[in-house]
């Protein structure tokens, strides 16, 4: 793969996380974002520590398939590595990381990577579907959608939200995060983010989820959603929620 010639937030947060799947662009961008804000690895250290937690308290569930929007790449205690008895259909929009992802996965017969568009689900090649979401459908799956919410208006967003619960059985579980408006103290920082980024206030999560029921944890910053001891210090930058698909 050669070098590209943009940045990629999902590599930029491989390079936050720590990994080994970014170039030269994502790094300098990465610096970049990191003047005009501050240091974002702990931040995405603690969004991705979620993301393990939400995981395996589906996992405890009896959930063994998973479903991932806007994956990224897929390392760094990505959904795979937590639940290694699961079987994973990783998704993404961006040809590069799709492509950077399927290399990544290469020879693992319980996860792969393919095009998905989160507002579309029908975008999803079936053959991929069924093969690493056998139970799509018929029985209840995981759903990751993260870093997703920041970048879709309240109506494109809720309808999302509402024909993935349409589309998924009964009992299955949703991860889900949410930008707060912490980002607006840095202008520098979120001019970067670009004019499609939706920052919002806590009080406006929970009617985005529609039909989706959040567990009794409720939609907490992500540090403190079943933190393993102390929840860790850290800008309150995502909120994050796990919610079930009840019985119609």
Known sequence: MGEPDEPSTARMIDFWLGGEHHFAVDVAAATAFEQAYGPCAPVFAELRAFLGRAVRAMVEQGVDGFLVFGAGVPTMGNVHEVAPDATVLYTDVDPVTIRLGQRILAGNDRAGYGYGDATDIGTIDPAQLHRFVPGWGRRPVGVVFLG????????????????????????????????????????????????????????????LLGRWTPTSDGIVPVNRWRPDGSPVDVPDAFHGVLAARGAD
């Open 148 to 207: 997703l919410a920041a970048f879709l208006d309240d109506d494109t967003l809720t309808r999302t939200l509402d024909e993935l619960y349409g589309a998924a059985a009964p009992g299955s579980l949703l991860a889900v995060d949410f930008d707060t408006e912490e980002l607006a103290a840095h202008p520098q920082a979120l001019a970067m983010m670009g004019p499609a980024f939706r920052m919002r206030a806590p009080a406006a999560f929970a009617p």
